[in-house]
């Protein structure tokens, strides 16, 4: 991949990451948050590198998937099951964590990358079909497996934790649809905006580099792309596979900020996609910024609208109305071209040479 070019519109992207950071982090040294909106610090980066990654998918490659939440079950059973493994071995927690997240992001893209090889064959509401099955299917066998571990080394089952055949003192890890339980709670507000920070460098160059600019080529005429000679299959698995590792990373700071970890529809199910989706579109399909800032507001909002408890749903719907009007309108596509920071240089520029 090519380096960056660091122009005005990406620092405004990872600026506005930083200034948020700064700015939660003040009122909450302060005293200006409540318990509530401190336990969301930590699921909102969640949302943000879901949103991010799938704007990937959905915006740069211009394909629609519905089984985002499944490659983010995946990293967050396999880094939970990581630092469950070496608790006692690895003491230094932040050291374990780093490991767990790394383990989460390779086992996602490694199932993105099989999942896709016969998946991306497919377009449109086929693709999102296949994806949506995907994703219930992983969560389903997840909640079917039995894992322990003893001195013998790791024993797996289909039936029953009494099935695994556990010497005394042996522990069970993962119990069917009970999950996981006891996984250390690592996660961090600081450690989140970090790895948002580093799904934004690494979703941002891959589309100023060759590759990405490949795989936009594909998603816009793909006759074309491939009549030039772009290898449709190899651009669009890459793509696949970095976006369902950067799920994977979301799963495992998922994973590592709950005392149990459970295979469950709203976690992991259908509803899960959707919502990642719904950030990405509201904030602008292909437009990276707008994604996590969509996913920001959505998950804030409806903690900031509980005391209006008989008008919350209502406003919520009205804002989202209000967000899709303005992102797909002409007005609203309009005015985002004048507030374009490139656009706003350049005719200032043109303005001082006028002058």
Known sequence: ?????????????????????????????????????????????????????????????????????????????????????????????????????????????VFGFLIGIPVLRLRGDYLAIVTLAFGEIIKNIINAMYVGKDSNGIHVSLKDSASLGLEEGGTVII?????????????????????????????????????????????????????????????????FSISASLAGVAGALYAHNLATLNALPKNFGYNMSIMILVYVVLGGIGNIRGSYIAAAILTVLPELLRSFSDYRMLIYSIVLIAMMLFNASPGGMALKEKLNPKKLIAAKKTAKEVE
């Open 1 to 109: 991949m090519k380096k960056i070019k660091w122009d005005k519109d990406l620092l405004i992207t990872y600026g506005i990451v930083v200034v948020f950071y700064i700015v939660m982090q003040s009122l909450k040294l302060g005293g200006g948050l409540s318990s509530l909106f401190k336990g969301l610090l930590v699921p909102l980066c969640v949302y943000m590198i879901m949103a991010v990654s799938l704007n990937l998918t959905v915006g740069i490659m211009g394909e629609l998937s519905l089984g985002h939440a499944g490659f983010m079950c995946i990293g967050a059973f396999s880094s939970a099951f990581f630092s469950m493994c070496m608790k006692e071995t690895i003491t230094n927690s932040l050291l374990r964590f780093i490991i767990a997240i790394i383990i989460g992001a390779l086992m996602a893209a």
């Open 175 to 239: 119990n069917g649809a009970q999950g996981i339980t006891g996984t250390p709670n690592d996660s961090t507000f600081t450690i989140g905006i970090i790895l948002l920070l580093i799904s934004l460098f690494v979703v941002l160059n891959f589309v100023k580099s060759r590759s990405g600019r490949a795989v936009m080529a594909i998603r816009d005429n793909r006759i074309a792309a491939e009549s030039v000679g772009i290898n449709i299959s190899k651009y669009k698995l890459m793509a």
